[in-house]
C-alpha cells in the first residue's frame, strides 16, 4: 500500500491525545450533602472490572477513528508491481493484409479488431499504431479514430520478425517505461519464422483472430497454353481450400462484355479453357462468386496488339537459318553485309546479329556500344579467322574479350536450366543424357562476370552473356559445328530476340519486381505514366532510343487493368492483380511460442495492460472503517454498562 500524500501520516502523532485522556484523566470530586442514606440504594454497583473494560474499548474505537481519518486524508492506494509511478508505451500491430477479409463470429476479422481497438483503449493514451501499410506514431485514438476504422485491404503481408522490428523503433530509448508489443493477426502461414528473444523491457501481446471457416475459391492464375493462326486456348487455374463446389461458374468478359461462361466441379484444383480469337486485343477479367475471400475472385488479363520485335543481321556468311528463327509474323528481320549496312538502321533495331564477321570496322563498334548502351541487345557469333584485337576493342565494354584459336573438338555437354532463355516453357525437365553437338575450334574466354549459358565439357563456355550481349566462343557455320541441327538453336536465338523488348505479359503481380518495355518515342520532358479510372501513376521508367523500360513493385497497388499513357495517346494496357499467397487459409501455431502472452480477445489483452498500472485508491475504505468505528463508541457509550 502507498499514500498519495504521505506527509499527513505525521497526524498520527494526534492518537497520543486519547491515549493521555483516557489514561492519565484527573476527576475533580464534588461533595454532597445529604442526611437519608436511602440515595444510596438507588445507585447501581458498578464493578471495578466493568468499568475498566468499558474505559479501553472506547479507548481503542477512538483511536481507530482517528487513525482511519488521518489514513483517508493520505489517499492509500495499491498498484501492480508499483508500475504507477512508470510511464507505459505501447505500440499495436494490425495486420491489414487481405486473408483479414475472412469472417469472424461478428463479420471481417479486420473490421472488427478495428473497433475493439477503438473501443478499449482511453481515447487520449499516447500509442502508436502500424498496419501493413500506414503509421501511426505517438497519437491518440481520438486523433486517428475516423482514419484507423477506414483502414483498408493491402495485398502486402509483413513477417513478423519485420513487424516487431518496425515495433521496437517506435519506442523512445528510455529505459525506465513500460513498453509493451501488441500483435493483432490471424497469424496466416507464411515461410518466414520467428523466434522473440527474452527482452526484460519489452513485452509482447499476441491477439489470435481466427475465422469461422476456412473455406476459400480463388482465381489463381491463367496462362496461353495453345496457340493457332486463329485461335488461343487461355488455361484458367482454379484452387479451393474449403469443401468441394459441385458447380462454379466461371466468367470471362472482355472490358465490360462478357464473352464465355462455363462451370467446373472444383475439389482441390482444377483447370479450365476458354478459346479467345489471336490478334485481337482484349481487356479480360476472369471471375467467380465466393462469399469469402473477395480479393482471388477476379483475375485481370490483356493482350495487347502485338509488336513485332527488329533485328538486324550484319552477315559475313551464311545467315539463312536467322531468317528462318526471325519470322515476319513475329519479326521485322532485316540482313545486311558489313559494307552495305545503314548505320542509321541500328538505333531503329532491338537486336543486333554479327554474324562471323572477320574484323569489326571502328565506326561499326561505336555504333554497336551506343546501341547496348541505349538498352539494345546484341548477339556476337565469331568467324574461324577473326581479328582478334578489333573484337577485343568491342569486347571491353562487355568485360570480356578473346585470346587465341583453339583447335580442338569440344561437345557442348551442360545448359544452364536456370538462366532466362531456358528457364521457362523450353524444357519440361532437365535432361543429362542428350545427343551433344560439338565444334571443332573455339576461341579461349577471358571475362568477368560473365553468365554461361551453354557450356562444353570442360565447363568452358561455349555462349555465354554479360550485360545485354550474348556471346558465343565459336563459329557456327556448318564446317566448324553442328550446332545448327541441334533443336536448341530456334529457343536460344528466339528468347534473346524476344528479351530485347520485354513487351507487356499477360499480368503481373503487385508487390514484385516487374519490368516491362514500351515502342515510343517521347518528345523532351515527356513521361509516360499508368492510368485507370481517373488514377495516374507515374512509374519508374528509363527511356532509350525508340522504346521506354518500366520498372514497379508496389505501384500500382489497386489490381485492374491500366492503360500506357503517353499524354492523351494511349500505347499499350498492363494488368495487375494481387498476389494469391493468402488465398490458401492455413494459420501458424503460435501456442508454443515463448515469451509471448497469447489471447483471442482485443479487449483481455488491453484489460491486462491497464491492470498493469492501475491504481486501486483505498480511501473510501477507510471513511467507511471510520464511520463504522464511530458508531462503535455510540452503541459502547450507550448499552454497555
Known amino acids: ?147 484507423l476504422l477506414k483502414l483498408d485491404y493491402v495485398p502486402n503481408q509483413l513477417n513478423l520478425e519485420s513487424v516487431f522490428l518496425k515495433c521496437k523503433t517506435l519506442f523512445s530509448k528510455d529505459k525506465n517505461t513500460l513498453k509493451n508489443i501488441v500483435f493483432i493477426s490471424d497469424f496466416q502461414q507464411n515461410k518466414f519464422d520467428f523466434t522473440p528473444k527474452p527482452d526484460s523491457l519489452t513485452k509482447l501481446h499476441f491477439v489470435k483472430l481466427s475465422p469461422i471457416n476456412t473455406n476459400n475459391i480463388s482465381v489463381d492464375s491463367t496462362y496461353i497454353s495453345q496457340t493457332t493462326a486463329a485461335s488461343l486456348e487461355l488455361s484458367v487455374v482454379l484452387k479451393n481450400s474449403g469443401t468441394a463446389i459441385e458447380n462454379l461458374p466461371i466468367s470471362l468478359f472482355d ?60 552477315n559475313e556468311k551464311d545467315g539463312s537459318f536467322l531468317k528462318r528463327i526471325f519470322t515476319n509474323n513475329e519479326f521485322n528481320y532485316t540482313s545486311t553485309s558489313v559494307n552495305e549496312l545503314n548505320y542509321n538502321l541500328i538505333d531503329k533495331n ?44 568491342l569486347l571491353v565494354n562487355y568485360n570480356s574479350s578473346f585470346k587465341n584459336l583453339i583447335n580442338t573438338e569440344k561437345r557442348i555437354t551442360a545448359i544452364n536450366y536456370s538462366h532466362p532463355l531456358y528457364k521457362k516453357g523450353v524444357f519440361e525437365k532437365q535432361v543429362s543424357n542428350f545427343q551433344y553437338p560439338k ?13 554461361s549459358i551453354l557450356s562444353f565439357e570442360d565447363n568452358k563456355p561455349f555462349l555465354f552473356q554479360n550485360k545485354n550481349a550474348y556471346i558465343f566462343s565459336s563459329a557456327l ?98 494488368s495487375y492483380n494481387y498476389g494469391r499467397s493468402e488465398s490458401q487459409l492455413v494459420y501458424q501455431n503460435i501456442s508454443n511460442l515463448k515469451n509471448i502472452t497469447l489471447s483471442n480477445s482485443i479487449a483481455e489483452v488491453f484489460n491486462t495492460l491497464k491492470s498493469d498500472t492501475k491504481i486501486n485508491a483505498l480511501w473510501k475504505w477507510f471513511v467507511i472503517f471510520a464511520l463504522v468505528m464511530l458508531i462503535v463508541e455510540m452503541l459502547i457509550l450507550k448499552y454497555f454498562k
Open 1 to 147: 500500500m502507498q499514500f498519495k500524500h504521505p506527509e499527513l501520516l505525521y497526524a498520527l502523532f494526534l492518537l497520543l491525545i486519547p491515549i493521555i485522556v483516557h489514561l492519565f484523566q484527573l476527576r475533580r470530586f464534588k461533595k454532597e450533602a445529604f442526611t437519608n442514606v436511602a440515595f444510596l440504594k438507588e445507585i447501581k454497583q458498578n464493578s471495578r472490572k466493568s468499568s475498566q473494560i468499558k474505559k479501553w474499548l472506547i479507548l481503542f474505537t477512538r483511536l481507530l477513528l482517528l487513525a482511519a481519518l488521518v489514513l483517508a486524508f493520505a489517499q492509500p492506494f495499491h498498484s501492480k508491481q508499483s508500475n504507477f509511478k512508470t510511464e507505459k508505451e505501447t505500440v499495436i500491430y494490425i495486420d491489414n493484409s487481405f486473408s483479414m477479409q475472412a469472417k469472424g463470429s461478428q463479420g471481417e476479422l479486420l473490421k472488427r479488431a478495428l473497433q475493439d481497438i477503438v473501443g478499449n483503449i482511453n481515447e487520449t493514451e499516447t500509442v502508436s499504431i502500424i498496419a501493413n501499410n500506414k503509421v501511426f506514431k505517438n497519437t491518440t485514438i481520438k486523433a486517428v479514430k475516423n482514419d
Open 477 to 574: 557455320n556448318k564446317t566448324n559445328s553442328n550446332f545448327k541441327n541441334w533443336s536448341l538453336i530456334v529457343p536460344t536465338f528466339y528468347n534473346i530476340a524476344k528479351q530485347s523488348l520485354k513487351t507487356p505479359k499477360l499480368y503481373y503481380t503487385i508487390g514484385n519486381e516487374n519490368s516491362f518495355e514500351v515502342e515510343t518515342q517521347l518528345q523532351q520532358d515527356d513521361i509516360l505514366s499508368l492510368e485507370h479510372n481517373g488514377i495516374s501513376i507515374i512509374p519508374r521508367q528509363k527511356y532509350f532510343n525508340d522504346k521506354v523500360s518500366i520498372n514497379t513493385s508496389e505501384t500500382p497497388d489497386m489490381a485492374n487493368i491500366y492503360s500506357i499513357k503517353n499524354r492523351n495517346e494511349t500505347l499499350k494496357k498492363v
Open 350 to 393: 532491338h537486336l543486333i546479329v554479327l554474324n562471323e564477321l572477320n574484323q569489326i570496322p571502328n565506326s561499326l563498334i561505336s555504333a554497336i556500344n551506343h546501341f547496348t548502351n541505349q538498352g539494345g541487345h546484341l548477339i556476337i557469333i565469331p568467324s574461324e579467322d577473326i581479328h582478334i584485337p578489333s573484337y577485343n576493342t
Open 255 to 314: 472490358g465490360e462484355n462478357l464473352i464465355a461462361k462455363t462451370s467446373i466441379t472444383l475439389n482441390k484444383q482444377e483447370e479450365t479453357t476458354f478459346t479467345i480469337p489471336a490478334n485481337k486485343p482484349i481487356d479480360g477479367t476472369i471471375t467467380i462468386s465466393d462469399a469469402n475471400l473477395k480479393f482471388d475472385n477476379s483475375l485481370y488479363f490483356n493482350l495487347n496488339q502485338s509488336s513485332k520485335i527488329n533485328v538486324l543481321a550484319v
Open 439 to 451: 565444334v571443332n575450334n573455339f576461341y579461349d574466354i577471358n571475362s568477368n562476370n560473365l553468365a
